[in-house]
């Protein structure tokens, strides 16, 4: 099958919904004696790889048809969390892994006693081969124990044009592969964008997810879905792209539904130490590797000095981040960031900006704690409009493109490493599928 376009429209609703985010004070709420271990205490769930969506409206009560033939909708569920996901039944890249990752979800939903809360549910973006014969039949294969939908043509596009997910039909590559259920060449291919939402009780879309499903450490894909990846599959099975887990799927439910989890069930922080961040950015070109030279340094020249750095640019594209020590939401973003720059330094260019703070001491301790593999200049916030007319806030992030104009910008902090990378790979790198 084709690649698969992704994250088609993060960006959008993200702007749309939200121009500023709210951090979640992670604050520990300790329910034992002094002298418990502080793994034990209980916090509020994070948002762990999900965006929040903030003024959404209810979703429109679109027929749709679950695998047991019944008509239903996503508003028939009003009064329940909703996780679902776009996918298909004779998709070889992504969307095993995607019912592999929603069948753990189920399976922790049901552990932690909120089956009559939430439903999990993959949606058809195969309406023409998707029928409820062949989705029960799936179901079987593959041991998934949670809702599968489909609808007609008109009505699956309607519904997936509402949360920006596209599919089409296109050619089949060759070699045609085996329909599992049939056992006769395949006659359609479907290529298709991905994503998972969340919908609250009220029916209104509360979180979006990007990047693709990834199976957690201590997991498997199970046999009967393993079997359906092609060599694409077995890459992206291997190497998923800013990936998601259930655990973390069951975190932004949890955040939802505003309930503490204990310390010790969060996943660590995957901010790479500085000497992975330098391995990893070794084959950098020349232009970027001098970024690196100065990771974490405090430079002086203001807003002057930041103008000619950007120009000496030109030719790559820029992520611009505007921070302060006394900021406590570029305190939880840096670490994204650290992880992005490691991630994508050697093609992007990073930069810092320190905003109104008096004397450097404070943020250069700031620095020397929240390591990043770029330099940031100093100055003073107003001093910004000089370098673009916009809405200058702590913390912003602009991407400046290639030509060294400003390709977007974004006020406020991010609140998850898949918001930032999509961010990063759309409007610094271009990447629109």
Same mark, same amino acid.
């Given at each position: 099958?084709?690649?698969?376009?992704?994250?088609?429209?993060?960006?959008?609703?993200?702007?749309?919904?939200?121009?500023?985010?709210?951090?979640?004070?992670?604050?520990?709420?300790?329910?034992?004696?002094?002298?418990?271990?502080?793994?034990?205490?209980?916090?509020?769930?994070?948002?762990?790889?999900?965006?929040?969506?903030?003024?959404?409206?209810?979703?429109?009560?679109?027929?749709?048809?679950?695998?047991?033939?019944?008509?239903?909708?996503?508003?028939?569920?009003?009064?329940?969390?909703?996780?679902?996901?776009?996918?298909?039944?004779?998709?070889?890249?992504?969307?095993?892994?995607?019912?592999?990752?929603?069948?753990?979800?189920?399976?922790?939903?049901?552990?932690?006693?909120?089956?009559?809360?939430?439903?999990?549910?993959?949606?058809?973006?195969?309406?023409?081969?998707?029928?409820?014969?062949?989705?029960?039949?799936?179901?079987?294969?593959?041991?998934?124990?949670?809702?599968?939908?489909?609808?007609?043509?008109?009505?699956?596009?309607?519904?997936?044009?509402?949360?920006?997910?596209?599919?089409?039909?296109?050619?089949?590559?060759?070699?045609?592969?085996?329909?599992?259920?049939?056992?006769?060449?395949?006659?359609?291919?479907?290529?298709?964008?991905?994503?998972?939402?969340?919908?609250?009780?009220?029916?209104?879309?509360?979180?979006?997810?990007?990047?693709?499903?990834?199976?957690?450490?201590?997991?498997?894909?199970?046999?009967?879905?393993?079997?359906?990846?092609?060599?694409?599959?077995?890459?992206?099975?291997?190497?998923?792209?800013?990936?998601?887990?259930?655990?973390?799927?069951? &975190? +932004?439910?949890?955040? $939802?539904?505003? #309930?503490?989890?204990? =310390? !010790?069930?969060?996943?660590?922080?995957?901010?790479? %130490?500085?000497?992975?961040?330098?391995?990893?950015?070794?084959?950098?070109?020349?232009?970027?590797?001098?970024?690196?030279?100065?990771?974490?340094?405090?430079?002086?020249?203001?807003?002057?000095?930041?103008?000619?750095?950007?120009?000496?640019?030109?030719?790559?594209?820029?992520?611009?981040?505007?921070?302060?020590?006394?900021?406590?939401?570029?305190?939880?973003?840096?670490?994204?960031?650290?992880?992005?720059?490691?991630?994508?330094?050697?093609?992007?260019?990073?930069?810092?900006?320190?905003? &109104? +703070?008096?004397?450097? $001491?404070?943020? #250069?301790?700031?620095? =020397? !704690?929240?390591?990043?593999?770029?330099?940031?200049? %100093?100055?003073?916030?107003?001093?910004?409009?000089?370098?673009?007319?916009?809405?200058?806030?702590?913390?912003?992030?602009?991407?400046?493109?290639?030509?060294?104009?400003?390709?977007?910008?974004?006020?406020?902090?991010?609140?998850?490493?898949?918001?930032?990378?999509?961010?990063?790979?759309?409007?610094?790198?271009?990447?629109?599928?």
């Amino acid at each position: 099958m084709a690649a698969m376009l992704r994250r088609i429209r993060w960006i959008a609703t993200a702007a749309a919904g939200t121009m500023v985010l709210v951090v979640i004070a992670v604050t520990i709420a300790v329910h034992k004696s002094p002298e418990a271990d502080d793994a034990d205490a209980m916090v509020p769930a994070p948002l762990s790889v999900g965006d929040p969506i903030d003024s959404a409206k209810p979703v429109a009560r679109i027929p749709l048809t679950n695998e047991h033939g019944r008509s239903t909708a996503l508003r028939a569920y009003k009064g329940k969390w909703v996780v679902f996901a776009p996918s298909m039944t004779l998709c070889h890249e992504t969307c095993p892994m995607t019912t592999g990752a929603l069948m753990e979800l189920s399976e922790a939903v049901r552990k932690a006693g909120l089956s009559k809360h939430v439903v999990v549910a993959e949606i058809t973006v195969d309406p023409w081969q998707d029928s409820p014969a062949r989705m029960r039949a799936y179901k079987r294969m593959t041991g998934a124990k949670f809702t599968m939908l489909t609808g007609s043509v008109a009505n699956v596009k309607r519904l997936w044009k509402e949360f920006g997910i596209e599919f089409k039909r296109i050619p089949l590559e060759q070699p045609v592969p085996i329909d599992w259920w049939t056992h006769k060449p395949e006659t359609l291919n479907i290529e298709h964008s991905d994503g998972l939402f969340i919908l609250d009780p009220a029916g209104q879309e509360r979180v979006i997810v990007g990047g693709m499903p990834g199976i957690a450490k201590g997991h498997r894909l199970e046999p009967a879905l393993h079997k359906l990846l092609d060599s694409e599959g077995i890459h992206n099975l291997r190497h998923p792209e800013t990936p998601w887990t259930a655990h973390e799927l069951l &975190n +932004d439910l949890y955040w $939802g539904m505003g #309930r503490e989890v204990p =310390a !010790s069930t969060l996943a660590p922080s995957r901010t790479p %130490t500085p000497e992975a961040a330098e391995e990893a950015l070794s084959d950098s070109p020349q232009t970027l590797a001098s970024l690196h030279e100065q990771a974490s340094q405090l430079l002086g020249g203001n807003i002057a000095a930041l103008r000619g750095r950007v120009a000496g640019l030109h030719g790559y594209p820029i992520v611009l981040n505007v921070w302060a020590s006394w900021c406590e939401p570029c305190r939880s973003e840096f670490p994204l960031l650290a992880t992005a720059s490691a991630a994508y330094g050697s093609k992007v260019a990073f930069v810092g900006f320190d905003a &109104n +703070d008096p004397g450097s $001491g404070k943020a #250069r301790s700031f620095l =020397a !704690s929240h390591h990043v593999s770029y330099p940031s200049y %100093t100055g003073a916030i107003s001093e910004l409009t000089q370098f673009a007319p916009l809405d200058w806030v702590t913390p912003t992030t602009v991407f400046i493109n290639r030509q060294g104009k400003v390709a977007y910008f974004h006020p406020g902090v991010y609140e998850s490493q898949s918001a930032l990378d999509t961010d990063i790979e759309r409007h610094a790198l271009g990447k629109r599928a």
